[in-house]
């Protein structure tokens, strides 16, 4: 029973998928503007990020920079940990950008970004 378990678990760490697939980091490539809505919290307003080789920077409501990945898992787009601490998914819909803390909410209070590219 216990090698059926080892085989179990090795086959699912060779398995395709999650660990292989990559973000398209082109497509979200540039600097974005938008409004952060933070149910409960102190960050609600204008927010801008840059994303460059999958590596944001974003600028939160009252001026300070929260920095951050963007990766691939589960078939989304995930961005984090960020330097403050949230995480959570991207949904790129055109040209517009929703960030939400899904998994960070209960600490951090829900939020959602809503951006579209800078001019």
């Known amino acids: 029973m216990k090698s059926i378990c080892q085989i179990a678990f090795v086959l699912v760490l060779l398995a395709p998928g999650g660990a292989s697939a990559k973000v398209n ?23 801008s990020m840059a994303i460059r080789d999958c590596k944001v920077t974003w600028t939160l409501p009252g001026g ?4 951050c990945r963007l990766r691939a898992r589960k078939g989304k787009v995930e961005y984090g940990p960020c330097s403050l601490g949230s995480h959570g998914t991207v949904e790129k819909s055109g040209q517009t950008l929703t960030f939400r803390n899904v998994y960070t909410a209960a600490r951090h209070r829900p939020y959602t970004v809503r951006l579209g590219r800078a001019e």
């Not at 809505?37 to 927010?47: L, P």
């Not at 300070?64 to 920095?67: A, E, L, Q």
């Open 25 to 47: 980091c082109d497509a979200f490539e540039g600097t974005w503007a938008g409004q952060m809505i933070h149910k409960g919290g102190d960050f609600n307003g204008a927010t």
């Open 64 to 67: 300070r920079t929260n920095t």
